[in-house]
């Protein structure tokens, strides 16, 4: 097998598509890098002292796990030196984080969900780390929330690890999708997927079906629809698939096709959904469109939203475009 790693494969796809300058490369590189460490503490569980919770909550008042509070030290300390970056921001942390005066000011920022799928921690089921990098503002000065609060349109890369059998990379820069599985022994991230596509339509959805007493009507609708099987108005049988990590959920409808779903619902209307723009849907959705899939907010598409706070949350329906369409369709009726 020719292996090709992934400084090669930024280095050639700046040559041919001139989308990675060099600060872009390194950044992608640098949080590559974390995320190999993050792997590795994932990976030793109990015995790295990993694992449960710490006696925190976060921003989002849920209680943080130690390996959330780990994973988020590990990118702030592998990205504050390089000069590629002015700010970061995480699910982690109530506010921003510019960089330290002591380092150079460079002209990307990063955000990240450091671990995604907390719940599965504990359990030894797959989780990651998914991350979106925009550009800082033409002109900016001291960085300020006000400069993150782009559409995820303007993204410019987002990717995730999983954290699985295998701990597998997953990467846009907006010229399609590839994915690279880490060689343990070797250290390194080696391609082993390229121009990832999802199938427009699918017979399989993902849902957490515990919460349908709360869902509005074009949900309870369209899963009632699947649920009806071949002889209900869809005509075909679908099956149905919950890991409880979005990276885990959105790693296997890349591979093979499907619908996630995670809804606004009637517990709380100040809280439309649980999953965040910033760090989970905006960084899935450019992944998923450049794999020809489609993703919204049930009623526009998520990448044209503009925020308006850091830590805000979505309705996400993503996946097999013809699935996302109807079930967004339904929202518009
Ligand atoms: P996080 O662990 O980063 O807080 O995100 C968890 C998210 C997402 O990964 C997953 O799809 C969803 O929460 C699971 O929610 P349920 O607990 O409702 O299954
Ligand atoms: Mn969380
Ligand atoms: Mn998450
Ligand atoms: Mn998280």
């Given at each position: 097998?020719?292996?090709?790693?992934?400084?090669?494969?930024?280095?050639?796809?700046?040559?041919?598509?001139?989308?990675?300058?060099?600060?872009?490369?390194?950044?992608?590189?640098?949080?590559?890098?974390?995320?190999?460490?993050?792997?590795?503490?994932?990976?030793?569980?109990?015995?790295?002292?990993?694992?449960?919770?710490?006696?925190?909550?976060?921003?989002?008042?849920?209680?943080?796990?130690?390996?959330?509070?780990?994973?988020?030290?590990?990118?702030?300390?592998?990205?504050?030196?390089?000069?590629?970056?002015?700010?970061?921001?995480?699910?982690?942390?109530?506010s921003i984080h510019?960089?330290?005066?002591?380092?150079?000011?460079?002209?990307?920022?990063?955000?990240?969900?450091?671990?995604?799928?907390?719940?599965?921690?504990?359990?030894?089921?797959?989780?990651?780390?998914?991350?979106?990098?925009?550009?800082?503002?033409?002109?900016?000065?001291?960085?300020?929330?006000?400069?993150?609060?782009?559409?995820?349109?303007?993204?410019?890369?987002?990717?995730?690890?999983?954290?699985?059998?295998?701990?597998?990379?997953?990467?846009?820069?907006?010229?399609?999708?590839?994915?690279?599985?880490?060689?343990?022994?070797?250290?390194?991230?080696?391609?082993?997927?390229?121009?990832?596509?999802?199938?427009?339509?699918?017979?399989?959805?993902?849902?957490?079906?515990?919460?349908?007493?709360?869902?509005?009507?074009?949900?309870?609708?369209?899963?009632?629809?699947?649920?009806?099987?071949?002889?209900?108005p869809l005509g075909?049988?679908?099956?149905?698939?919950?890991?409880?990590?979005?990276?885990?959920?959105?790693?296997?409808?890349?591979?093979?096709?499907?619908?996630?779903?995670?809804?606004?619902?009637?517990?709380?209307?100040?809280?439309?959904g649980k999953l965040?723009?910033?760090?989970?849907?905006?960084?899935?959705?450019?992944?998923?469109?450049?794999?020809?899939?489609?993703?919204?907010?049930?009623?526009?598409?998520?990448?044209?939203?503009?925020?308006?706070?850091?830590?805000?949350?979505?309705?996400?329906?993503?996946?097999?475009?013809?699935?996302?369409?109807?079930?967004?369709?339904?929202?518009?009726?």
């Open positions: 097998m020719n292996r090709i790693s992934l400084t090669r494969h930024l280095v050639e796809e700046q040559r041919l598509n001139n989308t990675i300058p060099a600060e872009l490369r390194l950044l992608i590189e640098v949080v590559a890098r974390a995320c190999k460490t993050i792997s590795h503490a994932v990976g030793k569980g109990a015995l790295g002292e990993v694992l449960g919770t710490a006696d925190t909550e976060n921003v989002q008042g849920e209680v943080q796990k130690k390996l959330d509070i780990l994973s988020n030290e590990i990118l702030l300390e592998a990205n504050e030196w390089g000069g590629h970056l002015a700010a970061m921001a995480s699910e982690e942390m109530e510019p960089i330290p005066n002591r380092y150079p000011m460079g002209e990307y920022m990063l955000l990240f969900d450091p671990l995604d799928g907390s719940s599965n921690i504990d359990v030894n089921v797959s989780i990651g780390t998914i991350f979106s990098v925009l550009k800082a503002p033409e002109g900016m000065g001291a960085p300020t929330e006000q400069d993150f609060m782009q559409p995820g349109s303007k993204q410019v890369a987002a990717g995730y690890a999983v954290y699985g059998p295998q701990t597998m990379l997953v990467l846009t820069t907006g010229n399609g999708v590839n994915c690279f599985t880490l060689d343990r022994e070797m250290g390194s991230w080696v391609l082993t997927q390229r121009n990832m596509q999802i199938p427009e339509d699918t017979q399989e959805f993902a849902i957490n079906a515990s919460n349908t007493r709360h869902w509005f009507p074009p949900v309870t609708r369209y899963v009632n629809e699947m649920m009806a099987g071949k002889t209900g075909k049988d679908y099956n149905m698939r919950w890991i409880a990590s979005m990276v885990a959920d959105v790693h296997r409808i890349l591979n093979r096709g499907g619908i996630f779903m995670y809804p606004a619902d009637a517990r709380d209307l100040d809280k439309p965040r723009l910033m760090y989970e849907a905006n960084p899935m959705s450019m992944i998923v469109e450049q794999a020809g899939g489609a993703s919204t907010d049930g009623k526009q598409r998520m990448l044209d939203i503009v925020p308006t706070k850091l830590h805000q949350r979505v309705p996400v329906f993503l996946g097999s475009k013809n699935e996302v369409a109807r079930v967004t369709k339904y929202h518009q009726e």
